[in-house]
């Protein structure tokens, strides 16, 4: 039997944050005790009522339990993290979600993330998931997080630039990660884990019934 | 939180273990009918009388139960998400036998059959009885196809013994709230 949502939540406190992107922050929390989860799985922040949720990048068993924020639209949340004292205790709820790996199959995986959508693929890296095609999308290179530790834990990484970017080098796939399971990914069968935003979900299911029928699609969608 | 995702639209939708299948796969029909059972359910104590608190604790566990039994039939034999879901026992099963002895204690003996009907609470019980036999009825596809094609599905036979003894709890909570609530069973007079 694998992690259940316990009822009830932990309290932890943060342990650390830094700047890994522009708008990008990476902040830390001190594994409560009794807290497990699968990677790829969430916890809800319980701020008096309000509440946001975000995907572990850490992994299973470290001491601390470690998130990334896109801090780009200013909320009650991203507000809170930046200004808070280390040591300060957040309320969390889970672990949450059913966006788990589902072991190696005769089905090739296709990892496509938008943004700070790539946070349960680093999850998965960093647990040993290997083999993986990674497709991560973002408007300006200066935002691919995590590149060393994609890089070292999936077959192949594609970062897919989807806006013109003077400098950006010729290592990346000019277009949306749309663009590129349209007109790149060679037909088959797969298994397809999206996680992003509504809009790339909308359009990437679409082409994966239209394209790689028989394929499996596991979705965790963000709020826009 | 937006609810809409708009991948479905096209006619498919994604089971839990992650295969796109069209939304008329057996599957989708047997845990569409248990969300349809567990719809009526709810409509069963919305209509219930404001001193049977009990009996809506009650039937809010069997919505929980129908939510787990929904997510096993929305998962494939042997998916890693089925590691996520609360195994579904034979438990539920002995919880229901003891609430239809606890109800039928109070309850005068059936000797003719009955029609359905009386107080509203009672209507949607029996209602939620036949939407329960038709999911019933269609679990029992699924889990002949699965046998066939897996030889397994522990779970879904579990499953289905609940349903079969789910009919029969809602039967009673019919005969219970007509009883409690004064209305006299309308008998069957060929």
Known sequence: MGTVNPKGGFSAALTGRQWIAPEILEFRLRRPA????????????????????????????????????????????????????????????GPLGHFIHQGTTARPAVF???GTGVAPFVAFCRTGVRGALLLHGVGDPGRLIYRQVLRDGVQSY???????????????????????????LPPGTYDFYLCGGRAMIRDAVAIIDRRFDGSRLFVEAYND | MKIYTGTGDRGKTSLFSGERVSKNNPRIEAYGDLDELNSVIGAVMAALEKNQQPLTEELRSVQAFLLAAGAWLAT?????SGRLLKPFTGEPVQWLEAAIDRMNASLPDLKQFILPGGHLSASLAHMARTVCRRTERRTIELVEREDAATGAAETLRNILVFLNRLSDYLFVVARYCNHVTGHGEILWEP
């Open chain 1, 34 to 93: 009794g807290f497990d989860f699968i990677p790829g799985q969430f916890v809800r922040f319980d701020m008096g009522g309000y509440q946001r949720e975000y995907t572990m990048i850490s992994k299973q068993g470290d001491a601390t339990i470690d998130f990334c924020i896109d801090v780009k639209e200013p909320g009650h949340f991203s507000s809170a993290i930046q200004a808070a004292d280390i040591g300060a205790i957040f309320k969390i709820i």
């Open chain 1, 112 to 114: 496509v993330a938008t």
């Open chain 1, 158 to 184: 594609v970062a897919c630039i989807s806006r013109e970017f003077a400098g950006a080098g010729g290592d990346h796939f000019p277009g949306r990660v749309t663009r590129y399971l349209e007109s790149q």
């Open chain 2, 76 to 80: 494939t034999p042997g998916a890693a």
